[in-house]
């Protein structure tokens, strides 16, 4: 079992930034490909962003490009969203999600097999 724990969420003014991380509960966290998930209301839960075992490769949904930044620090076991820039479309509960299963920076929801318990950020206009 891998525990997933978010943190830093809250409420920001449009153009602002927020900064999530998300620890895990496991020594092998660098063996995991990473992604941050976000679900606003009514809406289906997307991928916004995904980061290799090694943070060398990562994966935006074009929304976010130029605004988000995934990051790791494998010692620390720990994933992490530099959000900038925020708009109020950004609105959403963002959850990280764990693969152990090797898929190079999947994007499909059933392909990550931990989740976090999700944290809400909301970006007033």
């Known amino acids: 079992q891998v525990q997933l724990v978010e943190s830093g969420g809250g409420l920001v003014q449009a153009g602002g930034s927020l900064r999530l991380s998300c620890a895990a509960s496991?020594?092998?966290?660098?063996?995991?490909?990473m992604g941050w998930f976000r679900q606003a209301p009514g809406k289906e839960r997307e991928l916004v962003a995904a980061i290799s075992r090694g943070g060398v490769d990562t994966y935006y949904v074009d929304s976010v490009k130029g605004r988000f930044t995934i990051s790791r620090d494998n010692a620390k076991n720990t994933v992490y969203l530099q959000m900038n820039s925020l708009k109020a479309d950004d609105t959403a509960v963002y959850s990280c999600a764990a693969d152990t299963g090797g898929v190079w920076l999947p994007t499909r929801q059933d392909q990550y097999e931990y989740w976090g318990q999700g944290t809400q950020v909301t970006v007033s206009s």
């Open positions: 496991r020594r092998t966290f660098s063996t995991y490909t």
